[in-house]
């Protein structure tokens, strides 16, 4: 019994205009939820062009450009919504079409999974789909793998458009204190060394964060009860959440150590997640918020740690002995609507030197999306004001740090990535069936 | 189950870990503690604020103490009395989700029950929204990272209302967290700190319940000026211990790690009578009896499981820290003091009152008087002796002759008629730490004086309490 994917309308519209473009052939990502029951397919969004790619080129599938725009863009994504499978646009042979979608499946999601601070749970779905289009005929043929299971074969799916899929859909959100300390050993103080303070940090963080008690609209709700949701068409719902954690680790013994500075993350950040509206669970909603919640956090400090070692900070002067207090601001998050009537937002993350155009831009590189900037919701974060900051007095050392940008994101980030996981990259392409 | 004193009804205990954390810019000593003490100051305002919540544990009740009171489910409201806490809280097996059923059953509806909460944050609050940055600070220094143990008891009165509940219960947090930082402070060596641990103890009426702040680490040897302070400062005896960690209130509803069943003769109704008053054993003692801790001592071992049993009761009494002997053990003590041939070890031979008053000198160097009935009838007469001694040292006896080994851990004897009953704590049961089967059957119960066989001769010996504190 193959999975049944259902999918909103306009998508067919998006991959019937790719089928009509010159190109072949055309890959990129599915974004949607899956659940145990049925699969929700709500946006497809096609792989960026390469810039310098010769035209040669052009008739090839660069996996690297692929897995790395998946990673992106899943950064991109909210709570609720993931990238779900991959799918390819070319009149090549079906038998051949399928192994390189196999092979791009298994390489997104590993790239996307391995980034993420949180354990599997039992109830996750791990099945993924391909979907492979004849630019001429138009003949779809839809496949699902068992991502964790490298030995998978292909198992039939069902692909059915439906209108008005998400309309329905429920919100769950909540605003979030964030407040870490975490310090840095001594005489390593470079980026990367404060890069492997922040990962050990947030994971702690994160798994306080997964074993918190969570309340839906003030109540602790059983794990198996349904929300109310699709119940009333084209009706908003929306949920606030609450989590209430604690500290579970018990540390009683060496409690002063050395250091050679320290590190904070301090803040409130917005989170969302999204659950479709076919019966959700209570343990749905909790999961998935508690998965963005950490999500957009760790994005954001790994953005910054990216921009720090991409514009080399490090090489400002060395002055050990004095005390030297930088302050960094982290992007905040914005969302942006999709065009499907309903509750759905993408988000993306602006710097502190950044206009909103930059967002704009992005949206269009990365979600092949048109947001025009009123469209943007900037409201739920707050950004920081620099003037005036009461940071201990040492004037010749205050720095209030606004990274520099680069146009070209996605290169940038691929420059970094390359930098921080070559070995790592190099494993995941070495490892593929 | 404890009287903790006749006006209270419930007992509240929350228990949480809070996360110290600092940065110790320099290692000037008032610098130092003046970092130490507005960290402390950071973790009170964080107890006293919205974001501070208690969590009833085994129940779906959270209560937020500094919202008024404010709690779901919303049928808890800050007027509700802290004695219905109860119904919500759900046994062992059952899912906690709702109310129980209202078949409430009290056995003693005298004595107080506890609830225990667990302190919570709630990260998610509505209110102004503060951007999130990274700050990274280069400086050559020492971090301190801390987990607070937490552990506050408050006993409410009957018409006490949740909202007054919480007030006491943030008092207490924020208390306890000053004398946490008192004893940091007062412990603090250079660049070592010791972590505050609160400990609860049960002292006589009226003073209850009381909890005191000990460095983690330090051991009672190294407490003597503390715990004289506190002796003082309660008006209690300078002859026996009240402080000393083992010393420490064992809250009902805890389960002994180490399986022993605790006081069974508590669970007796206790006989009345005429002009008759009745004397008990003083303090905890752990019941040992035949075929525990895989030795099947059956037929010769009741002395040594009387032994151990009066061993027990020194150790919970905070009098020595040696762990209860095994057989082995005990045989090797007599070997070692020249009472026992080196063969004795392993076998199966008897010991009576003199060999138990010999080791308890020798591994725990405590003195024991001896007394000596030339018949069984005699006991009778002893009410008054054994009175005394379970009023003045209050450790339980252990009783041999004939061919068996008991422990009289206390008498009900009348001066005007001179009847006496005696409460044996039997070491020939074979069974389970079952309750109910021991205080049926009789394993712990009251006994006449024909218990005693009348024509034999009986040795006791009457372990006395070592005066220290």
Known sequence: MGRGYIVQDDVEGYLSKLCEQKADPVTGLLIGQSSTQRDFVVMAIRTPQKEESAAAARNSVDKEWVTEHARQVSRMLPGGLSVVGVFIITDADAKDALTTLRQLLYAVENLISSEHLWDPADDDVTDCVTLHINPKTRKTVCRTFDIKDPKSVAKPADWKYQSGLCSSWATVSCSLNVDMLLPLPNNRTSTGNMEECLKEGLKAWAHQIESGLCLIDGKRLPEDSELTVGQRRNVRQTYTAQLLITTENKRLTDVIEQCGGSVSV????????????????????????????????????????????????????????????????????????LKVSGPLCVCDYQFSDEGLSEVTERLKEMLDIDAAEEDLDTRQ???????????????????????????NYIGVAMATVVALLATAASMLYLNDI | MVVVDSETATVLRVKGLLEFRCQLDSTDEQLVRNVISRTFETLRSQVKSESCV????????????????????????????????????????????????????????????????????????????????????????????????????????????????????????????????????????????LVPEPVHFLLPEPKGLVTVVYPVGVPDSQ????????????????????????????????????????????????????????????????????????????????????????????????YVELPVPTHKEIQQALVDVGDKQA???????????????????????????????????????????????????????????????????????????????????????????????????????????????????YNLCLPQRPKVI
Not at chain 1, 382 to 388: A, H, K, L, R, V
Not at chain 2, 64 to 88: F, G, R, V
Not at chain 2, 127 to 155: E, R
Not at chain 2, 277 to 296: A, C, N, P, W
Request: glycine content about 6%; aromatic content about 8%.
């Open chain 1, 266 to 337: 301090t803040g409130v950040i917005h989170s969302r997640a999204y659950l479709h509206s076919n019966k959700p669970k209570a343990r749905l909603a909790e999961k998935l918020l508690k998965r963005d919640v950490v999500s957009t956090v760790a994005t954001r400090v790994q953005m910054m740690l990216e921009e720090l070692l991409a514009s080399d900070q490090e090489s400002k002067g060395s002055c050990r002995d004095k005390q030297q207090k930088e302050l960094f601001c982290l992007p905040h998050r914005i969302f942006c609507p």
């Open chain 1, 381 to 407: 974060e707050m950004t920081f004001e620099i003037t005036g900051c009461d940071i201990t007095p040492e004037p010749t050392q205050e720095k209030v740090e606004a990274p520099e940008h680069k146009k």
């Open chain 2, 54 to 193: 208690l969590a009833v544990s085994d129940s779906p009740v959270i209560i937020w103490p500094n919202k008024d009171a404010y709690a779901t489910p919303e049928e808890i409201t800050p007027s509700t009395l802290c004695e219905d806490m109860h119904q919500w809280i759900q046994a062992d097996e059952q899912e906690s989700s709702g109310k129980k059923s209202s078949k409430k059953k009290s056995k003693k509806s005298s004595v107080a029950s506890v609830i225990n909460l667990r302190l919570m944050t709630e990260v998610t609050k509505p209110g102004p929204l503060s951007a999130p940055i990274l700050t990274k600070t280069v400086l050559k220094s020492h971090f301190v990272s801390v987990t607070l143990p937490l552990d506050c008891v408050v006993c409410t009165g009957r018409s006490d209302t949740i909202k007054d509940a919480c007030e006491q219960l943030i008092e207490a947090l924020t208390h306890q967290l000053c004398e946490m930082e008192k004893v940091t402070l007062q412990n603090m060596k250079g660049m070592t700190l």
């Open chain 2, 223 to 318: 407490l003597v000026a503390q715990r004289k302070e506190l002796h003082q400062q309660f008006e209690l005896p300078d002859d026996r211990p009240y402080f000393r960690r083992a010393n420490a209130y064992h809250f009902p509803n805890e389960p002994y790690k180490d399986g022993y069943l605790r006081n069974p003769h508590l669970a007796l109704t206790h006989p009345t009578l005429d002009n008759g008053k009745v004397y008990l054993v003083q303090g905890i003692y752990s019941y040992h009896h035949y075929m525990q801790d895989r030795v099947d001592d059956n037929g010769w071992g009741c002395a040594y499981r009387s032994l151990q049993t009066i061993c027990s009761w020194f150790q919970q009494q905070g």
């Open chain 2, 343 to 457: 063969s004795f070890v392993g076998s199966r031979q008897w010991i009576g009152s003199i060999e138990v008053q010999a080791v308890l000198s020798h591994l725990l160097g405590l003195t024991s008087k001896i007394l000596f009935v030339s018949q069984g009838a005699e006991l009778a007469s002893k009410g008054r002796e054994l009175a005394n001694h379970f009023l003045t040292e209050g450790t339980p006896v252990m009783i041999g002759g004939g061919v068996l080994a008991h422990t009289i851990l206390g008498v009900a004897w009348s001066e005007t008629t001179g009847q006496i009953r005696y409460l044996i704590l039997d070491p020939h049961y074979t069974g389970a730490e079952d309750l109910q089967v021991i205080t049926d059957k009789g394993w712990c119960g009251w006994k006449g004086p024909d218990f005693w066989d009348q024509t034999a001769y």
